[in-house]
Structure formats: structure tokens, C-alpha cells
């Protein structure tokens, strides 16, 4: 597979998605269910016609049942699922049943609803289960029998790796999710984590909340739990995402949204940036000058702003008026948030310190 560019020019490599390995696994110990033997490397089709090889990790065949193992490569994306071992086994099931997805050892059970999945279902995504299904179908048809089979996924160590996810705060109980649209991971593309902000919405829609919380951080989700004291689902860790969040709550819209951030991030929000990251979005302090241009300040204070080089440095330039330039930040956020979130969604802004304070918020 080709490599990514990154703005520096360095290449990155892609990698497989877990959807992408179970389906391999799954193939390779239906193949040798039926007498075929474990192909290895095995061959998948990805919904995008591509058609990657995939080595075994470990291959085992039981009495009415065989199971294979492919261990993750996620390419150069830091996935916290890389390198995991993702096993399917593969058995008879009743003739006329058809296919039967079962959750193994570290693979959730959705128990909220709200998700595509259904609660007491194996979190095992749409994309995922049709790649499986039609793995199968094809295979049990060149054997001239029925597609009746139970799969059981599993990954190894996947309790542990899922608390290190959204799962838990998804309601998803006892491991990881087996995901993937187009069976490839690319590389810092954090499609998982806004599809995550996205799952996060539809759990707290499903269960009829009125208000959200993004935060872009920890700090910053526990200053906003202490200030609003909503249900724990309500909260949605959307690190430098603001623009993923606001866009799907246009569509799919709560009564009222917060967003909770520092300083820094939330004066880059009000600038109009959607993304937070430093890397993909500048705080303009002469915007911050402006605003105390704007609050009355002297000349020596907006001087001094201007010359602070970062929001956080502004705010301490700007002294005793500090607390209206955080407040005139939170309006200034609040209004672009607004227009990107549109009318059906009510936003706050609040504002929180390095100490975990909140130093202001939007009316």
C-alpha cells in the first residue's frame, strides 16, 4: 500500500483496521474448517476493491471448529490496538440459522442504546459483520453448503486496551470494538476519535439528555463536571475536535451544548479554527490585542499583549482585565461555535485554568 505524506514530508504507513484483521482471521479458519487448510498469508477484499495479505499469528483446529489469530498492524498511527492479537473462531452452527456473531474474550457487549449495534449485541460494527458475512457466504458457496457458522471474535488482552477507549463511556462493557468502514487505518487521520464524538452523541440522544459537554481534555472535563454535574454519558472527550462535534450536533442536534477548554484553545475557537491542535491551528494574539483594544485597555497593556507570543502569556499581560478578556474570549467562541453548530443546539463556552479553575464563561 502507498504511503501517506504528513506536512513535514515524511511518510507514513497505513495499516489495517481491526474489521479488516478479524475478517482475515475469520476466512482463514473457515478455509481450513472445511478441509482447505489455514491459508497463509490470507487474501481479503476491502469494500474499496483492494485486497491486502495477512500473515497467521496462530492457527489451531478443533473438533467441529478452527480458529486463527492475525496480529494488528495499525501502519505508523498511534492506535492503541496495535500490535494486538485479533483471533476468530469459526464453528458449525444449525443448518437454516445462518451466521451467529458471538463476543469472545476482550470484545464488548454494546449495553446502551443509541449505537448501529444492538444492546446485547457483540461490538462488532455493520462494515465489519457484512465483511464476515459475505467471507463466508462466499466460501460456504464454493463448498456448496449453507452459510450456517457462529463466529466468535476475541482479542487478546482487549478488557485491558478498551479502557484506554471510548468504550467504557459508550456503555460497550467488557472490551474492545471491532471497527472499520474501509478496512484501512490511515495514519493520524483520528477518524476513530471523531468517530468516537460521534457514537458519544447518538448514546446521549438515545438516552433522551438535553445537554452534552466537550471538553478538550481532562483537566478540563473534570472542571466542567464539577461546574454542570450532568450524567456521566452526557461527557464527551473531544480533545482538538471541536469541528467533529459541532458539525454532527448541527445534523443531530441536543438542546444544549458546553465546550470546555483552556485558554489557549478556546481564543483559537474564537478566531474561528475548528480543529485546536497546535499543529493545525495558531492562536493570533493580535486578536487577543484587539479584544483589549476593545475593553478600553491603555496602550502599554495592548502593547504588551500583542508582544506576548502566546494566549496564555496575553492573559498575563493583561492583568487586572484578565477576567473580561477571558469573558469577551468565551462570548467571541460562543459565537462561531454557534454558527457552525446552527440553531436547534444552545452553546456554552466555559473557560478553565492550567489549575483546573474556571476563569470565566459565556453568557
Not at 65 to 94: F, N, Q, S, Y
Not at 151 to 180: D, F, H, M, Q, Y
Not at 297 to 322: C, F, H, R, T
Not at 323 to 346: C, D, I, K, M, N
Request: charged share 20%; proline share 6%; hydrophobic share 45%.
Amino acid at each position: 500500500m502507498s504511503d501517506d505524506f504528513v506536512p513535514d514530508g515524511k511518510p507514513l504507513r497505513r495499516g489495517w483496521t481491526t474489521g479488516a484483521c478479524a475478517t482475515a482471521a475469520t476466512r482463514a479458519a473457515l478455509c481450513a474448517l472445511l478441509g482447505d487448510g489455514f491459508p497463509d498469508p490470507v487474501t481479503i477484499t476491502l469494500p474499496g476493491g483492494q485486497q491486502p495479505a495477512f500473515p497467521l499469528a496462530r492457527e489451531t483446529l478443533g473438533d467441529g471448529w478452527a480458529e486463527a489469530g492475525i496480529i494488528k498492524d495499525a501502519g505508523d498511527d498511534p492506535d492503541v490496538t496495535h500490535g494486538a492479537l485479533i483471533l476468530a473462531r469459526v464453528a458449525r452452527g444449525a443448518p437454516g440459522f445462518g451466521i451467529t456473531f458471538i463476543a469472545g474474550e476482550g470484545v464488548g457487549v454494546v449495553t446502551l442504546p443509541g449505537l448501529p449495534i444492538g444492546v446485547g449485541e457483540p461490538a462488532i460494527n455493520p462494515v465489519p459483520r457484512r465483511m464476515m458475512t459475505e467471507t463466508v457466504a462466499e466460501i460456504a458457496a464454493r463448498h456448496g453448503i449453507g452459510p450456517d457458522f457462529t463466529l466468535t471474535i476475541s482479542v487478546e488482552n482487549g478488557r485491558a486496551l478498551a479502557e484506554k477507549t471510548w468504550n467504557p463511556r459508550l456503555g460497550i462493557r467488557g472490551g474492545l470494538s471491532i471497527l472499520g468502514t474501509t478496512g484501512i487505518v490511515v495514519p493520524y487521520s483520528c477518524a476513530a476519535w471523531i468517530h468516537s464524538i460521534h457514537r458519544g452523541v447518538d448514546v446521549a440522544r438515545a438516552l433522551g439528555l438535553s445537554h452534552v459537554v466537550g471538553s478538550t481534555g481532562d483537566l478540563s472535563e473534570k472542571a466542567a463536571m464539577a461546574r454542570l454535574g450532568l450524567a456521566k454519558e452526557a461527557y464527551l472527550d473531544m480533545g482538538d475536535f471541536c469541528g467533529g462535534l459541532l458539525k454532527y450536533l448541527r445534523a443531530n442536534p441536543v438542546p444544549e451544548v458546553t465546550i470546555a477548554g483552556g485558554f489557549g484553545k478556546l481564543s483559537k475557537l474564537a478566531q474561528g479554527a475548528m480543529d485546536l491542535h497546535s499543529a493545525r491551528s495558531q492562536v493570533d494574539v493580535e486578536s487577543l490585542a484587539n479584544d483589549m483594544r476593545a475593553l478600553g485597555a491603555s496602550d502599554y497593556s495592548i502593547e504588551a499583549v500583542a508582544a506576548s507570543g502566546s494566549a496564555n502569556a496575553a492573559l498575563l499581560a493583561a492583568g487586572e482585565l484578565a477576567p473580561s478578556l477571558v469573558v469577551r474570549v468565551a462570548e467571541r467562541a460562543r459565537g462561531e461555535a454557534q454558527r457552525v453548530v446552527g440553531t436547534r443546539t444552545r452553546v456554552r463556552i466555559l473557560v478553565v485554568g492550567r489549575a483546573g479553575d474556571v476563569l470565566g464563561e459565556s453568557s
